[in-house]
RNA sequence: GCGCCUGUAGCUCAACCGGAUAGAGCGUUGGACUUCGAAUCCAAAGGCUGGAGGUUCGAGUCCUCCCAGGCGCGCCA
């Protein structure tokens, strides 16, 4: 928070040097405070006299040295700032600011971190939306684990959200899926069948297919389009309620399950369309009706309605954000999607564009390719028997926690090798158990204190100056850091600035723990380090929690 | 052919709207447990950030071109 507080200062400070006419009117206030990479050059430096010097016209040492001496009296918070280099000032934080902070960790408990940078603005996620043709996959996993845990972090972070799945259950496939299942119900009662290349082949079809005999025993007394019609009605409600199973497993929920039948039976997609006429946007050429995407950037013109009188599936999306938008009302959408989708993103937004709303209110990301590897080795992604590719059996083998935390060490729009091998071993090659251990390791330590007699105290009944070693300020700051972490991850929508930050603490935390005893004869540094240890500990379970990873007590 | 993404240590990845000497883990080599959990820690070695130009006080980051890989370019979903 300091970064944050120091940051604050410094904008106060730019208008004042514009009404002393030291800085021009129209500045461009770009500049950022972060900690240098050398800590020679403190604990926190800003760039803000470099980057305003040219608009200034003046030289960027005298303008860091003119913020340097307005902010250096703050000796609550600073115990030295200095001008270095080409025009950085070096902010070295006073001793008594970092020991303060388990008192706010204290005083914040599980909701340290929490900001109001939402300012509860409604905001949708919608993520995974896999088709309702078979089962998840281990791509929907990194899906779900990326959406859900942004989800958890932008609601910490002030936002109102709302996690949404698609349910694309219109279509050509869904009539496939019937047919597949059909078929299958036909073998099993003893037919000998040609089945179709281009049908739903997985063996959970013929699972489905029993589950239909059985509590439908007259299903080959209904017509044949009546039957298919009821085998996928059967199939998708047992495809969903695997899917909805499969997710909340892996710790994932959703506020609300969206079909697109909606669109078509409520008529969605004619009050769209129709909003776009009224706009001129729409025009028929070759018997079909189409979109002018290339008025909004796209690189050209897309179909909404076939020739054959058929919406196309982008009239479905369009009729969908229309819903999201301007029928429910959000402030922001947030789509992931599987970047093989890529392609699809300049004509979503020129939609957006259409509709009159700006473009940062819809935001695409994009989640890239998960390659399954075992043992170092690449596995085909074939859904032949016995592959390791669902999410279920994902979940099964390695574990929710693993799983998820291992999803969530790359940036999204990374290609990521998972390794089912590396995955399952428990030691450092897998860093959740890194993170995990270093809160077990914490709680031991507090049933350790109370063998010995002694009750946590908190944080105003010690001494926090005692707190006065290298790796007593290195975890201080880290836990000082919390809260602009929640604030990075929020804003450039990446969930794994969460994952890393909770490694570095975890680094610190194991390091101060094999250089200091915690428990000693000293009852003043025991107490104060026990306050630490407490901090630590809440901040690594909020984290966790945030990533939807336990913090277990015991390991 | 056009467009998007990626290219950083042997491997897997970081690097916060351009910042100071590019950082971790794994692997390798060598070390640390009679004391709070060794699923831990410490140290060493390891780099022309794919290549070439450019923009400026300053480039892994921005621009142009090239190379390599992935993906996308339907009246499919």
Redo the contacts with the bound molecule.
């Keep these: 928070m300091i970064a944050k507080i120091i940051y604050q200062e410094l904008e106060k400070l730019c208008e004042e040097a514009q009404k002393e006419g030291i800085l021009p009117e129209q500045v461009k206030k770009?500049f950022?405070v972060?900690?240098?990479?050398?800590e020679?050059?403190?604990d926190y430096?800003t760039?803000i006299a470099?980057?305003l010097a040219?608009q200034a016209k003046k030289n960027p040492r005298e303008l860091a040295a003119w913020f340097a001496e307005r902010l250096a009296f703050r000796q609550d918070l600073f115990e030295k700032v200095e001008i270095?280099?080409?025009g950085?000032i070096?902010f070295f934080i006073a001793k008594k600011y970092w020991q303060r902070v388990p008192l706010e960790i204290e005083k914040a408990g599980e909701n340290y971190g929490a900001l109001e940078l939402g300012a509860q603005r409604q905001i949708q996620l919608e993520f995974v939306s896999a088709?309702p043709t078979g089962p998840l996959h281990i791509g929907h996993g990194r899906g779900a684990a990326v959406g859900d845990t942004l989800a958890r972090i932008l609601a910490m972070a002030g936002f109102n959200v709302q996690k949404e799945y698609y349910i694309?259950d219109?279509?050509?496939?869904m009539q496939i899926l019937g047919r597949s299942v059909y078929l299958r119900a036909k073998e099993l009662k003893g037919e000998n069948i040609d089945f179709p290349e281009d049908h739903y082949r997985g063996e959970y079809i013929k699972d489905i297919a029993r589950a239909l005999l059985e509590t439908k025993p007259d299903f080959f007394n209904l017509p044949e389009e009546e039957a298919i019609n009821l085998a996928k009605e059967f199939a998708v409600k047992e495809i969903l309620d695997g899917i909805k199973k499969d997710l909340e497993d892996f710790g994932v929920t959703y506020d609300v399950w969206f079909s697109e039948k909606i669109l078509h039976e409520e008529t969605y997609i004619e009050k769209a369309l129709s909003f776009l006429r009224e706009k001129g946007l729409l025009y028929e050429?070759?018997?079909?009706i189409w979109f002018k995407a290339s008025e909004f950037g796209d690189?050209k013109d897309?179909?909404v309605i076939?020739?054959?009188g058929?919406p196309?599936?982008?009239a479905a999306d369009i009729a969908y954000h229309y819903h999201k938008f301007l029928v429910r009302g959000f402030d922001e959408v947030v789509d992931l999607w599987g970047?093989?989708?890529?392609?699809?993103v300049p004509r979503m937004k020129a939609v957006i564009k259409a509709f009159g709303l700006k473009e940062e209110q819809f935001k695409v990301i994009l989640i890239?390719?998960v390659n399954l590897l075992e043992g170092g080795r690449l596995k085909s992604m074939s859904t032949r028997a016995g592959e390791f590719v669902t999410l279920r059996e994902l979940i099964n083998e390695v574990g929710k926690d693993a799983t998820r935390f291992i999803f969530l060490?790359?940036?999204a729009?990374?290609?990521?090798?998972f390794d089912v091998e590396l995955a399952k071993k428990?030691?450092?090659?897998n860093?959740v158990?890194?993170v995990q251990?270093a809160h077990?390791?914490l709680?031991?330590?507090f049933r350790?204190a109370e063998e010995a007699g002694i009750t946590p105290p908190k944080a105003n009944e010690v001494d926090l100056s005692l707190l006065k070693y290298p790796e007593d300020f290195a975890i201080l700051k880290l836990l000082d850091y919390f809260p602009?972490t929640i604030e990075?991850a929020a804003t450039?929508f990446?969930p794994?600035?969460l994952t890393?930050y909770l490694?570095d603490l975890a680094?610190a935390l194991?390091?101060y723990?094999?250089?200091?005893?915690?428990?000693s004869e000293d009852l003043a540094y025991t107490r104060a380090r026990l306050v630490l240890a407490k901090a630590v500990k809440q901040v690594l379970k909020t984290g966790l929690n945030l990533l939807g990873v336990s913090a277990p007590e015991?390991?």
């Design positions: 770009r950022q972060e900690p240098p990479k050398n020679a050059h403190g430096a760039n470099l980057s040219g270095a280099g080409p950085f070096n088709n694309n219109v279509g050509r496939q050429k070759d018997g079909a690189e897309r179909v076939r020739a054959s058929e196309t599936y982008f970047a093989d989708h890529h392609g699809y890239q390719m060490t790359r940036r729009d990374s290609p990521l090798d428990q030691s450092r090659e860093p158990y890194y251990y077990a390791r709680a031991s330590l350790k602009d990075a450039k990446e794994h600035l890393f490694l680094t194991h390091d723990y094999t250089k200091y005893r915690f428990l015991r390991m």
